[in-house]
């Protein structure tokens, strides 16, 4: 079993910056990939950002790109979203998940996961 707990969510004015991370216990040896996803209020859960536990390699949404940051501690077992240039539209309860099978894409679906974490809301005012 692995359990994640998310940290760093608040409010913040648009053009300010969170940084959220994920910390991972229990089995955690075999991660392939930690992501984060999140949902707005009336809409599904999106993609956000991804890495890959062992080359580092990122992936981000379109909406995110240029303005966040997944980036990991393989000794903490932590990951992280900086997140910059907020806006308004970026609020929702962010979620952190784990993978532990092999996927040669970029993890983008939320299926790929294994372990997701309780989420952590963020609130971004104009």
């Known amino acids: 079993q692995v359990q994640l707990v998310e940290s760093g969510g608040g409010m913040v004015q648009a053009g300010g910056s969170l940084r959220l991370s994920c910390a991972a216990s229990?089995?955690?040896?075999?991660?392939?990939?930690m992501g984060w996803f999140r949902q707005a209020p009336g809409k599904e859960r999106e993609f956000v950002a991804s890495?890959?536990?062992?080359?580092?390699?990122?992936y981000y949404a379109d909406s995110v790109k240029g303005r966040f940051t997944i980036s990991r501690d393989n000794a903490k077992n932590t990951s992280y979203l900086q997140m910059n240039s907020l806006k308004p539209e970026d609020t929702a309860v962010y979620y952190c998940?784990?993978?532990?099978?092999?996927?040669?894409?970029?993890?983008?679906?939320?299926?790929?996961?294994?372990?997701w974490g309780q989420g952590t809301q963020v609130t971004v005012s104009s």
């Open positions: 998940a784990s993978a532990y099978r092999y996927y040669s894409g970029g993890y983008y679906l939320a299926t790929k996961y294994d372990y």
């Open positions: 229990g089995r955690t040896f075999s991660t392939y990939a």
């Open positions: 890495i890959r536990w062992s080359s580092g390699n990122t």
